[in-house]
């Protein structure tokens, strides 16, 4: 990820003009260009989490970013975190792409495990676990603070032997012919994956 972003991002990001994508996030809404590329400069290009921005292809514009992050190499376990998807990019998909090329490289790194946590009160968050195919595995009670408030934290998780027939999923519903010609999918892909969830 690059500090050259960072325009692009906070003007895709204007289009939320309550701030409510940012609720669950322990930073953010940002009040200026100055103070998201401080923030930006500060969090997204240090060593702790790996960013990723999500391009939007159709305007050649950054629309939002999504991060590795708990990278434990000696247990091969990795995390998605950071996710920030500005209304330009949501129920895209470009969004659900974006997320299954993550976790495809995840896997073909080695990895063992691909978590995804949450608020627990964040339902469009639980919802997007559920439809990308990870599997919920409890709730982590009082886990942390941010915003002034205590965060139960809900979590969610791939493992390796489930990655294949996820993938297929996901190259089923993103193929062209899953879509009709105003793009309204035929299949959705929470029907693809709710039989592969390990309940």
Not at 12 to 40: C, K, M, V
Not at 53 to 74: E, F, K, L, N, T
Request: net charge neutral; proline share 6%.
């Amino acid at each position: 990820m690059s500090e050259r972003f960072a325009s692009d991002l906070y003007a895709a990001d204007a289009s939320d003009t309550d701030g409510r994508t940012w609720t669950y996030l322990p930073y953010g809404p940002f009040a200026s260009e100055d103070s998201y590329r401080n923030w930006l400069c500060e969090t997204c290009l240090g060593m702790d989490s790996q960013f990723h921005v999500v391009i939007d292809s159709a305007r050649s514009r950054a629309a939002g970013v999504a991060a590795y992050m708990r990278i434990q190499p000696a247990s091969g376990s990795i995390e998605v975190g950071h996710v920030h998807f500005s209304p330009l990019l949501q129920r895209t998909p470009a969004a659900t792409e974006a997320m299954y090329l993550m976790m495809r490289r995840a896997f073909e790194l080695g990895n063992r495990r691909y978590e995804w946590k949450c608020d627990s009160l964040n339902g469009p968050s639980r919802r997007a676990a559920q439809r990308l195919g990870f599997s919920f595995e409890g709730v982590f009670r009082h886990a942390t603070v941010y915003k002034g408030r205590s965060r139960d934290t809900a979590w969610y998780s791939v493992i390796d032997q489930e990655w294949p027939p996820l993938a297929k999923a996901f190259e089923r519903w993103l193929d062209p012919s899953n879509f009709d010609p105003d793009g309204r999918q035929h299949v959705s892909l929470t029907e693809l994956t709710r039989p592969l969830i390990n309940s």
